[in-house]
């Protein structure tokens, strides 16, 4: 998109008027709370997991016992994708609103709407928004939040080769598949209350490292949408645990 000259009619014309940005300030990259960045100068990278020496074995007197090595894991490969924003200005345009000396754009505005790397976390922190909320599929297509951009196919498969929020994800060693979806009693992916929490607790609880031993892992993270019924209820929870805490010591 080209801006030109009568796209800004109303801020070049000649009357005094107040212009101010109606932007965010700067943005926070949110991604960062619930994923992990690599920086990687590769083109593609890859993730491979390794497990250690399995449970060790009793052996009679003299015996010898059974030779063990760790073994390789699932592996996943991850190619890089490039943001970018572009800004498009006539030179008559520019000239009107940035640099000549009628502008009626002043340089603290001008840097807070022409900041390019806020575009960017903005679109990191949709992106992972989307990579959680779609995850119960196996690919999506991502737009950005505007009328510029375009979409583009994204997959929600892990090393597993399953989606990543599923009931069936396969073990390294064989055995009995494991979940990340909530289930309360017979409700799967219930609304969020302290009975889901616990829930959530005891299927984390379950999961098995890549020789079957248990993981031994705490559930120590909750991300919820700002604003939604589940991040109300999260509040809520924390809030009254927190009270009770202090109130019992």
């Not at 009619?9 to 107040?18: E, F, G, P, Q, R």
């Amino acid at each position: 998109m080209q801006g030109t000259i009568n796209d800004y009619a109303v801020i070049v014309n000649n009357v005094l008027k107040h212009i101010s940005p109606k932007v965010s300030p700067t943005v926070r990259p949110e991604y960062l709370d619930f994923m992990y960045k690599v920086d990687n100068n590769e083109r593609i990278y890859t993730d491979v997991g390794v497990t250690g020496l399995g449970m060790a074995e009793i052996i009679p007197d003299g015996g010898i016992g059974a030779s063990d090595a760790p073994i390789q894991g699932y592996s996943k490969n991850y190619v890089q994708m490039h943001f970018t924003k572009k800004v498009r200005l006539t030179f008559q345009t520019n000239f009107f609103l940035f640099e000549s000396a009628a502008a009626k754009i002043k340089s603290s505005v001008k840097s807070k709407i022409l900041e390019g790397k806020n575009a960017i976390e903005h679109a990191k922190n949709y992106l992972a928004q989307s990579l959680l909320a779609q995850g119960f599929t196996t690919s999506f297509t991502w737009t950005p939040i505007n009328n510029v951009g375009t979409p583009t196919p994204i997959s929600t498969v892990g090393a597993d080769a399953v989606e990543y929020w599923t009931q069936a994800h396969p073990r390294e060693d064989g055995g009995t598949a494991w979940s990340n979806v909530i289930v309360d009693g017979a409700t799967s992916s219930p609304q969020f209350t302290y009975s889901s929490l616990l829930a959530a607790r005891r299927l984390h609880a379950e999961k098995k490292d890549g020789r079957g031993n248990p993981l031994i892992s705490d559930l120590d993270t909750l991300v919820c949408r700002r604003g939604s019924t589940t991040a109300q209820y999260a509040k809520t929870i924390k809030g009254t645990i927190k009270r009770f805490s202090s109130t019992t010591n």
